[in-house]
Nanobody, 121 residues
Framework: QVQLVESGGGSVQSGGSLRLSCAVF????????MGWFRQAPGKEREGVAT?????????SYADSVKGRFTISHDNAKNTLYLQMNNLKPEDTAMYSC?????????????WGQGTQVTVSS
């Protein structure tokens, strides 16, 4: 059984930083892509960043977070991270991680329970 457990959310002021973590348990598929998504109240879920772990480690980011957020994965700990710098009020949302054999199928994969990020101005 695959489990994803997020942590690291919280409340910060505009311009601050947070690092989200997503620990993965029980993932045994040969292919591996992970990503972070977020959903603000009244808005649709948005893809934030992805990383193709077992391929070339290539990453992709939403335009809204480029240059401010960094996605990474620690193979030894099997943990996904999202370093978020220069946070803005519009980054306020529930952040969730997802895992799937292929990046194109992330939304159909395994999900964590989410961690709340609140940025005040």
């Amino acid at each position: 059984q695959v489990q994803l457990v997020e942590s690291g959310g919280g409340s910060v002021q505009s311009g601050g930083s947070l690092r989200l973590s997503c620990a993965v348990f029980g993932y045994t598929y040969s292919s591996y892509c992970m990503g972070w998504f977020r959903q603000a109240p009244g808005k649709e879920r948005e893809g934030v960043a992805t990383i193709d772990i077992d391929s070339d480690g290539s990453t992709s980011y939403a335009d809204s977070v480029k240059g401010r957020f960094t996605i990474s994965h620690d193979n030894a700990k099997n943990t996904l991270y999202l370093q978020m710098n220069n946070l803005k009020p519009e980054d306020t949302a529930m952040y969730s991680c997802a895992a799937h054999p292929y990046c194109s199928g992330l939304t159909l994969g395994f999900w964590g329970q989410g961690t709340q990020v609140t940025v005040s101005s």
